[in-house]
């Protein structure tokens, strides 16, 4: 099957997170736990482009540096789970394993190979359908529909907000006004397609040779195709892509140093993702790194940390020095979701917004006390209004979640609250910012 991305544009996007590692930009990575099948149309694609697009605004805007946008979409069709059956009214069956594996329906969880097929399809009409929006301004920047703040119950944080919201409008029409906003500076940006890449026979399927450039240079033309040549190439002449997506993570049951997912990554040209969580040993980390980046490429490797707000600072401060201690220079982002998921009394699986924002903001204090910076947050969000997290700007409590509870895995911020955590992170490197200068 044809590709779903290019590898000009992997390399961009390489060239990006290279940035990103020596302090130059900031990540911002979202999307859902696990896409469905479903979710491939027009409303809810447009939702998650909205709010990614309107997070990254608030965060340019904070941390006065360039945003480097990486979408859960397009892909994220498979779930690891930690039991592979599950009892659903008193019977053992599979457990769900994503829309490519099998249903969420309990009578359809036989795994149904057609199915990576359907994942193939609909990864790209999502993929056809994005690059269709940016092309069109859908990432205009002037649009008055994108700042409505009514769903702020607290008057003096609805104050904060709404101060930032007009500087960042003052500012678009100061830019208009000197001919700064030609016709691509603020309607289009880059965004970019991950997934965890599980199933590796997918992913293999969707791997390409591309000549390297010594090899391509003398013969290049104005248009060089990102599939394998038609003569084919020794592999030593080639580079290896996975044109499933642009940036691919490994997760935290998949990591083992001596499994087929490292030794898959390790051969690819995408920059590619590692979770890092408590279990895992400094040494370990670094020997991962070792792996992963033979050639110390700053932002090949971007390590995604996931510990939760109590246990944060008892493993990330490890974990940095250990990698200080080496000539790697990854992505450090801070996935502030994993670590902190509870079980409301109502069954609900939920997470809190200030746990949320406590891992994120203890993990910016750890790395400056270290020598060290957080370049980026991974987060597990929508576009909709649901009432999957509690907290935030909405004040969503526990009993209010069972009035819009949509996900199928692991709870999400909605909406509201993905701009809230875009507003607090602007906020912290402002004052930061503002604090270094005084000094």
Not at 54 to 64: A, E, F, N, T
Not at 282 to 303: F, H, K, Q, S, Y
Not at 342 to 366: L, Q, V
Request: charged share 20%; net charge negative; glycine share 6%.
């Amino acid at each position: 099957m044809p590709p779903l991305v290019s590898a000009t544009e992997i390399d961009r996007l390489r060239a990006q997170l290279k940035d990103v590692a020596e302090g130059h930009a900031f990540l911002l990575q979202g999307g859902d736990c696990a896409e469905s099948f479903d979710y491939c149309n027009p409303t809810a694609i447009e939702d998650k482009l909205k709010v990614l697009l309107q997070m990254s605004l608030v965060l340019l805007w904070g941390l006065r540096q360039p945003i480097v946008r990486i979408a859960r979409m397009a892909g994220q069709y498979a779930k690891p789970r930690s039991s592979p059956f599950e009892t659903v009214d008193g019977k053992q069956i599979m457990s769900y394993r994503g829309d490519n594996v099998n249903s969420i329906d309990p009578a359809a969880r036989r795994p149904d190979p057609q199915r990576l097929m359907s994942a193939y399809l609909h990864s790209a009409a999502t993929v056809n359908y994005v690059r269709m929006l940016l092309s069109a301004g859908f990432a205009d920047l002037h649009r008055p529909e994108a700042w409505d703040l009514g769903h702020v119950r607290n008057p003096s944080i609805r104050r904060e907000y709404q101060s930032i919201v007009n500087r960042l409008t003052d500012s678009l029409g100061f830019m208009d006004v000197i001919g700064a906003t030609g016709q691509t500076a603020v309607s289009t940006v880059d965004l970019y397609t991950s997934h965890e890449a599980l199933l590796l026979d997918y992913e293999q399927a969707l791997t390409r040779p591309v000549a390297k450039a010594s090899q391509t240079q003398a013969r290049r033309g104005t248009y060089e195709p990102a599939t394998p040549p038609r003569n084919r190439l020794a592999p030593e002449l080639c580079d290896f892509y996975n044109m499933s997506a642009h940036f691919i993570w490994i997760g935290d049951r998949t990591r083992q140093l001596d499994g087929a997912h490292v030794e898959y990554f390790r051969g690819v040209r995408n920059p590619v993702g590692v979770k890092v969580g408590p279990t895992m040993d400094p040494a370990e980390l670094v020997r991962a790194l070792g792996i992963l980046d033979p050639l110390l490429e700053p932002g090949r490797v971007t390590l995604i940390t996931r510990y939760g707000a109590d246990k944060i600072a008892k493993y990330l401060p490890a974990h940095i020095e250990a990698v200080l201690a080496t000539k790697h220079q990854p992505v450090w982002c801070c996935d502030p979701c994993h670590g902190n998921t509870t079980t409301a009394p109502s069954g609900h699986k939920t997470r809190s917004f200030d746990a949320i924002i406590s891992e994120i903001t203890d993990s910016i204090s750890i790395h400056q006390q270290l020598g060290s910076r957080l370049g980026g947050v991974h987060l597990e969000l929508t576009g909709e209004h649901v009432t999957e997290c509690t907290g935030g700007s909405m004040e969503l409590s526990h009993s209010d979640l069972p009035s819009n509870y949509q996900t199928f895995c692991d709870p999400r911020l909605n909406y509201e609250q993905s701009l809230d955590i875009a507003f607090k992170i602007a906020k912290v490197f402002e004052t930061r910012r503002e604090e270094s200068h005084i000094s």
